[in-house]
């Protein structure tokens, strides 16, 4: 079965800017969440969407948004980019009713 | 107090030995609990997970808990260097957000 997959894979944006990043879960999970990884403060939750509704959300401003597709895909979107969005961003999908996730390789955005 | 607090290490073992990785966390509601290895430059993978209060055991990996103490750890028999690598604690169940460990560093040398 084929994994969590996440396009691009590295982006490099000026400030300012905006971003859209993608993610397609693992087939049967409708379930999935994004995640901010920098050195500083660890793995960070952004928001979790099921049958393409937005179900958590984490502490994070209104210039970071999501959606979700029919297809249980997934995008986000970064707008008015900051240099401190800077960071490793990943998706995780899971099954319905379980916790447990499985990461994609992660998009490294680079905001210059 | 940190939700989940893990020692970020390094800790270094030589291989062959046991590696004793820690987790604490401060939601009671938490029912269970994710240990995800990470490799440097790469993506969190799942390795074990725990439910039940005793010890869950998967190969080399034994994951232990215990709910009173609200304290989860995971063991490593047989050390290997390929084992290094940072090891992420998530417990998940109480809040709706998920909250993961910074993470313990582990090196194996040889």
């Known amino acids: 079965k084929a994994g969590v997959t996440q396009t691009p894979r590295y982006l490099i944006k000026t400030r300012g800017q905006q971003v859209t990043l993608s993610c397609s879960p693992i087939?049967?999970?409708?379930?999935v969440s994004w995640y901010q990884q920098t050195p500083g403060q660890g793995l960070q939750f952004l928001f979790e969407?099921?049958?393409?509704?937005?179900?958590n959300k984490g502490n994070f401003p209104g210039r970071f948004s999501g959606r979700q597709f029919s297809n249980s895909r997934s995008e986000m979107n970064v707008s008015t980019l900051e240099l401190g969005d800077s960071a490793l961003y990943l998706c995780?999908?899971?099954?319905?009713?379980?916790?447990?996730?499985?990461f994609g390789p992660g998009t490294r955005l680079t905001v210059t | 107090q940190k939700e989940v607090e893990q020692n970020s290490g390094p800790l270094s073992v030589p291989e062959g030995a046991i590696a004793s990785l820690n987790c604490t966390y401060s939601d009671r509601g938490s029912q269970s609990f994710f240990w995800y290895r990470q490799y440097s430059g790469k993506s969190p993978e799942l390795i074990m997970f725990?439910?039940?209060?005793g010890d869950k055991e998967d190969g080399r990996f034994t994951a232990q808990l215990n709910k009173a103490s609200q304290y989860v750890s995971l063991l490593i028999r047989d050390s290997q260097p390929s084992d290094s690598a940072t090891y992420l604690c998530a417990p998940r169940g109480g809040s709706y957000i998920p909250t993961f460990g910074r993470g313990t560093s582990l090196i194996v040398h040889p």
């Open positions: 725990i439910y039940s209060n």
């Open positions: 995780a999908s899971s099954l319905t009713d379980t916790y447990e996730q499985y």
């Open positions: 969407y099921f049958s393409e509704t937005q179900r």
């Open positions: 087939s049967g999970h409708r379930s």
